[in-house]
């Protein structure tokens, strides 16, 4: 799979990861929109994948909710690093190098779940199909994905130059220029811009926090921003049903789907 890996942004976002590897409380608050579908309780005693950890946090909030245990995948090596940190405490956490294409459990987990991560692949559909695969019958996968609705702007405008300027930029010249428009957007924030749910977020998050977010977006070479039809389909063509769509920050997308329990061939 290392040509598939290589169209991806791994060592990129491994940057980021190490960069940014602290634990905030506000992640906890990030973690509960992305997924909408899931209260602390219905983590409880259930055993998960996490596909695409990065620093492990989205694994480290179920561990405090009563999660049984599970497991932590990445491809980047430093991403991985902090994320063994982050989960030292959660010995029942495994964390591996493993890619999403080459995830090879078939109805191990309760809750397969991938946070920001799906629309940075080359092909999610095959991932999200590898994920399904993994889940019990009965069990849910679960993305978050960049939503096309109140994004058009960065579609037209900002995506067009990250694709051809910044995702071939060395990874530390980005991280530097991020700091301009992560000022930028500090002062219009303070100064009231924006009135939907994720500038409203924006807003109450701390400099480094923010910087962190606007150096995300200028460093992946692949982003897809879509629409809900387009998440929907994902995840139905991966043979999920009980699909549910949720609006995250009038900005994105949280879904969520359950294998079917005659699906016992773990699919």
């Not at 060592?11 to 992640?27: I, Q, S, V």
């Not at 591996?96 to 799906?118: C, H, P, Q, R, T």
Request: with cysteine; net charge positive; glycine share 8%.
């Amino acid at each position: 799979m290392t040509h598939v890996l290589s169209a991806g942004s791994p060592d990129r976002f491994g940057y980021e990861w190490h960069r940014y590897a602290d634990m905030r409380p506000e992640y906890e608050e990030q973690f509960r929109r992305w997924t909408v579908h899931l209260g602390p309780e219905d983590w409880r005693g259930k055993c998960f994948l996490d596909v695409g950890c990065g620093t492990g946090r989205n694994s480290y909030w179920p561990m405090t909710y009563g999660a049984a245990g599970g497991k932590a995948i990445d491809v980047d090596d430093s991403s991985l690093a902090v994320a063994r940190r982050n989960l030292a405490p959660f010995p029942a956490v495994s964390v591996e190098k493993k890619s999403a294409y080459e995830i090879d459990e078939s109805a191990a987990y309760d809750l397969v779940f991938s946070i920001g991560v799906i629309h940075h692949l080359q092909f999610p559909e095959r991932a999200i199909a590898q994920m399904a695969r993994a889940a019990k019958p009965g069990g849910h996968v679960l993305i978050w994905v960049y939503g096309y609705e109140n994004n058009e702007w960065i579609v037209r405008f900002f995506d067009p130059l990250r694709r051809a300027l910044f995702s071939r930029m060395p990874i530390a010249l980005v991280h530097h220029l991020s700091l301009y428009p992560s000022v930028a957007l500090w002062i219009a924030l303070r100064l009231g811009m924006g009135r939907i749910g994720y500038f409203e977020l924006l807003r109450r998050l701390a400099f480094p926090h923010i910087r962190s977010i606007v150096f995300d977006q200028m460093l992946p070479k692949i982003a897809h921003y879509w629409p809900r039809a387009t998440v929907e389909a994902l995840l139905r063509e991966a043979g999920l049903s009980d699909i549910k769509l949720n609006w995250v920050n009038e900005m994105s997308w949280s879904a969520i789907g359950t294998k079917p329990v005659a699906d016992a061939a773990g699919r």
